[in-house]
């Protein structure tokens, strides 16, 4: 069976076991990561290194990076902080092309709001035989991003998936700007963590348009056991905010609970294995739950990347006019974690905030774990 080439950009908790899980469902895989040497893994199973975006610029591409400016960066290729979209002067389905598949509307670069500004869909559905990111005037990139590798091999139709937590509005804009240059956009944000992205068990949540998404599918059932079509553009990310109002509010309630028992004598690891048989238990009891019990808080996902996901949910929410309170107390939470300088451990480790503020030991430190 023919299986077509993809390449994951990002190498972190997350990519490194995505890229494996691709490998080892037989597809040609293409790696490529800022910092040299972290993707001997991928390697071992058949990975191919690429020293520069530009050249892991196969026609479909996967994105694993903490946000979007990590994301245009790597499109831009050059200094960290270039964020800019470059724009066509013309030629076939470039801007000026009114049947191009940008014509619907185009964002401004580094705008706060998509082209369809309240508009759900945000960049255009059309599907249409767009041009390749050659196609129309020159593109002041640097020659080392996935736009200068995409113009030089004449790729028609490339797939951007956006795999990391990103604002909906955000990679909505996004779509709009690369619509020009004959670039499709998909965002694919999951959930299960590196537990999930280890055992290719993540929930896969989608947005883009149905034929980028069925041209997908073969890619993300191998990462996932729950793959689903949100909607259009920046569906799957307004479900990935969701998700991590949930996840962090989660998190903050055991830890919380935890807090008042321990404070009042009790053993964490009896109290864990009470609420592991009630209403209360579920996947992220199971899956932190050793974090809690050893105080070994080494990431999974981060307090800073926790903390940043809750921002999108709550800039969405203000502007559709949702109250989020129970997320808003969450979030300072959160803010109160990475002040400590704890931004880096795992986002289980809320409960050090609880420890700080209560006068509690470390359940590791107490117990000689």
């Keep these: 069976?023919?299986?077509?080439?993809?390449?994951?950009?990002?190498?972190?908790?997350?990519?490194?076991?995505?890229?494996?899980?691709?490998?080892?469902?037989?597809?040609?895989?293409?790696?490529?990561?800022?910092?040299?040497?972290?993707?001997?893994?991928?390697?071992?199973?058949?990975?191919?290194?690429?020293?520069?975006?530009?050249?892991?610029?196969?026609?479909?591409?996967?994105?694993?990076?903490?946000?979007?400016?990590?994301?245009?960066?790597?499109?831009?290729?050059?200094?960290?902080?270039?964020?800019?979209?470059?724009?066509?002067?013309?030629?076939?389905?470039?801007?000026?092309?009114?049947?191009?598949?940008?014509?619907?509307?185009?964002?401004?670069?580094?705008?706060?709001?998509?082209?369809?500004?309240?508009?759900?869909?945000?960049?255009?559905?059309?599907?249409?035989?767009?041009?390749?990111?050659?196609?129309?005037?020159?593109?002041?990139?640097?020659?080392t991003g996935l736009l200068d590798g995409w113009r030089r091999a004449g790729t028609t139709n490339p797939l951007l998936v956006v795999m990391g937590t990103v604002s909906p509005g955000g990679v909505r804009e996004l779509g709009a700007e690369l619509a020009p240059l004959g670039v499709r956009v998909v965002d694919a944000p999951v959930s299960g963590g590196d537990v999930g992205a280890e055992a290719g068990t993540l929930s896969v949540m989608v947005g883009g348009h149905a034929d980028d998404v069925l041209r997908l599918r073969p890619y993300l059932t191998a990462l996932g056991t729950t793959v689903r079509h949100m909607g259009p553009l920046g569906a799957g990310q307004l479900t990935k905010a969701g998700n991590q109002v949930v996840v962090a509010a989660t998190l903050a309630a055991i830890s919380e609970a935890l807090a008042l028992t321990s404070k009042n004598g009790l053993d964490p690891e009896l109290v864990l294995e009470a609420l592991s048989g009630g209403l209360a238990g579920g996947r992220a009891l199971e899956v932190k739950r050793e974090k809690w019990l050893t105080g070994d808080y080494t990431p999974g996902g981060s307090a800073a990347n926790q903390l940043k996901d809750l921002g999108f949910a709550m800039e969405t929410a203000r502007a559709s006019g949702v109250p989020l309170p129970v997320t808003a107390t969450v979030a300072q939470l959160y803010t109160a974690m990475c002040a400590l300088g704890l931004d880096q451990a795992d986002h289980s480790g809320v409960y050090q905030v609880y420890e700080h503020l209560s006068g509690l030991p470390s359940w590791s430190t107490h117990h000689g774990r």
């Design 1 to 143: 069976m023919r299986h077509d080439p993809v390449s994951v950009l990002g190498m972190g908790a997350m990519g490194l076991p995505i890229a494996r899980n691709l490998a080892r469902a037989g597809f040609p895989v293409t790696v490529w990561n800022r910092t040299p040497g972290k993707d001997g893994p991928a390697r071992a199973l058949g990975a191919t290194p690429a020293a520069t975006p530009a050249d892991a610029a196969l026609p479909v591409v996967l994105t694993v990076l903490p946000d979007l400016p990590q994301v245009r960066e790597v499109l831009l290729g050059g200094p960290p902080g270039r964020t800019g979209i470059p724009q066509q002067a013309g030629g076939p389905h470039g801007p000026d092309d009114p049947h191009g598949p940008g014509s619907a509307g185009r964002a401004r670069p580094g705008g706060p709001r998509s082209a369809g500004g309240a508009d759900p869909a945000g960049a255009p559905e059309s599907n249409g035989n767009g041009s390749s990111p050659a196609a129309g005037g020159p593109l002041t990139t640097s020659g």
